[in-house]
């Protein structure tokens, strides 16, 4: 397992189109999983959840969403509703981060927003930690309400993003990153 500083100072996101078979074993994912649901939950409100799309669940899933992208683009080409079919399918495993935000009295909904982004930012970290790709990517179901619906969502619930986990043949090059003295003010 990598030192801890070294991992938070080289992670870096994997490209979805490099993520291959295998992805994490049962037991890995559960602990990626765990792991993911460690992140600052003020009130103890657990204001996310995760929906696992592995196996045929992710076919399952590409054809809801598939056919939501039909009903509202009927001119679309076979083609670009077949590439919707396969959205899930470019990675052994996806994990839906669903943001569960609701007005609290003392909780402001956007600290629990952000708290399913943590959610999301430890799921990668796990991931590196175990030797696997990931990247955390959100596209259109996002931010759609019948695709959010088709995956199983309340009308409340929003998608924080899709984590896709899987296996890498190469090392991940870096990109470059903001120098300190442009993004740190000190007052």
């Not at 959205?87 to 708290?115: G, T």
């Amino acid at each position: 397992m990598p030192d801890a500083l070294e991992l938070l100072r080289t992670r870096r996101s994997s490209r979805v189109i490099d993520l291959k078979a295998p992805g994490p074993s049962a037991q890995d994912l559960d602990t990626i999983l765990t792991i993911a649901a460690r992140v600052p939950d003020h009130g103890k409100l657990a204001p996310w959840r995760f929906i696992v799309l592995e196996g045929e669940g992710r076919a399952r899933a590409g054809a809801a969403i598939a056919a939501v992208f039909a009903a509202r683009n009927p001119q679309a080409e076979a083609k670009r509703i077949e590439e919707e079919h396969g959205r899930f399918l470019r990675a052994p495993v996806v994990v839906a981060v669903v943001s569960r935000a609701a007005p609290h009295v003392k909780i402001p909904e956007w600290e629990q927003v952000m708290s399913s982004a943590a959610c999301c930012q430890n799921m990668l970290l796990a991931a590196a930690a175990l030797g696997y790709g990931a990247t955390w990517i959100s596209e259109w179901p996002a931010t759609d309400a019948d695709a959010r619906a088709a995956l199983g969502l309340d009308a409340h619930e929003r998608i924080t993003g899709f984590v896709y986990l899987g296996s890498v043949d190469q090392a991940l090059e870096d990109r470059p990153r903001p120098a300190l003295p442009d993004i740190v003010t000190r007052f």
